[in-house]
T-cell receptor
């Protein structure tokens, strides 16, 4: 099935560093979502983006909906150990009432205290 | 309940046996989704229920997979004659349009291991 290109696949950083990850697609999306998944849990929504160019923050997290509607990035500032986990982007195609999301393969983040 | 509840949390089954996975969505959420997540992979859409509409089954990988939902409540995902490649975490999510559009609330998943 269709998937988003999410990068990097994994990151290992020092506590306090900033983190940036992104997703790209060959298709236009009308919604971008960023989720975090902790081990043994389901993904939890971090930020939702609905308009091209939209820049949204949630605490130390900032995400943007690309102008072309084909990409999005997520930044985490001043990382802390609890930021460890897998971050997924997901997008929705502008096709009728279809609410199926297209998912990236995830970015695994490890933080060294 | 306060969140999406899935049971069992872990299931080990022998190849060829049938399994049934259960999902209790958040009360009032009209939409319910099943996803499969293989180890180290992203989420693979399986099936989507919305109210009383016909479900979108386009993600079911084979006719061994089926799912039911009673009204806007509990859903069960059934896998018949399980195969080793069915081993994965099966995630359920529910949502409502009032939830900021399309953000889901996920359950913790059922980890299925076929031996």
């Amino acid at each position: 099935g269709q998937q988003l290109n999410q990068s990097p696949q994994s990151m290992f950083i020092q506590e306090g560093e900033d983190v940036s990850m992104n997703c790209t697609s060959s298709s236009i999306f009308n919604t971008w979502l960023w989720y975090k998944q902790d081990p043994g849990e389901g993904p939890v929504l971090l930020i939702a983006l609905y308009k091209a160019g939209e820049l949204t923050s949630n605490g130390r997290l900032t995400a943007q909906f690309g102008i072309t509607r084909k990409d999005s990035f997520l930044n985490i500032s001043a990382s802390i150990p609890s930021d460890v986990g897998i971050y997924f982007c997901a997008g929705q195609l502008p096709a009728g009432n279809n609410r199926k999301l297209i998912w990236g393969l995830g970015t695994s983040l490890a933080v060294n205290p | 309940g306060a969140g999406v509840s899935q049971s069992p949390s872990n299931k080990v089954t022998e190849k060829g046996k049938d399994v049934e996975l259960r999902c209790d969505p958040i009360s009032g959420h009209t939409a319910l989704y099943w996803y499969r997540q293989r180890l180290g992979q992203g989420l693979e859409f399986l099936i989507y229920f919305q109210g009383n509409s016909a479900p979108d089954k386009s993600g079911l990988p084979s006719d061994r997979f089926s799912a039911e939902r009673t009204g806007e409540s509990v859903s069960t995902l059934t896998i018949q004659r399980t195969q080793q490649e069915d081993s994965a975490v099966y995630l359920c999510a529910s949502s409502t349009p009032g939830q900021g559009g399309y953000g889901y609330t996920f359950g913790s998943g059922t980890r299925l291991t076929v031996v």
